[in-house]
């Protein structure tokens, strides 16, 4: 497995890449990857199942992920990669079931985290909602074609 993250401008970097972040400048993403802890899965740790209520957003250091609804798998997710965003907001049901192909390092950002960040730094808000936003219609106009 390789080295982790060196510092926070390794994780801005990785953060800046992921879309719910793309809009956000360097200072925020700075914030963001204060609250972000590190950690390593094994290959075939189930780390969100469908239904269970979620208070965690990851995104993908190294590894390997593959998406599954109602047991079909959908895609597969690669470093870069995040995945658990609604639950940052609601902390409802988990929409899909994601599972470690490989070992993997993550970085992770929890519903409280994320609220202080809300509350701290409120223009970040704003800019999530847009992406955010800019992802369902591309979901609907996919449903729809």
Do not use: N
């Amino acid at each position: 497995m390789p080295f982790p993250l060196r510092g926070r401008d390794a994780k801005v970097e990785l953060l800046r890449g992921v879309s719910l972040f793309s809009a956000c400048s360097k200072r925020e993403l700075s914030r963001i990857a204060t609250l972000a802890d590190e950690i390593e899965v094994p290959e075939g740790r189930v780390l969100i199942r469908q239904g269970e209520p979620g208070r965690e957003f990851f995104v993908i250091i190294d590894g390997r992920a593959k998406v599954s609804i109602r047991g079909k798998r959908t895609r597969t997710l690669d470093a870069g990669s995040g995945f658990g965003e609604l639950s940052l907001f609601d902390q409802g049901p988990r929409s899909a079931t994601v599972t470690a192909l490989t070992d993997m390092q993550l970085l992770v950002l929890d519903s409280r985290s994320f609220s202080s960040l809300i509350s701290e730094v409120p223009s970040v808000a704003g800019k999530i909602f847009k992406a955010m936003a800019q992802r369902l219609r591309v979901a609907e106009r996919d449903a729809v074609h």
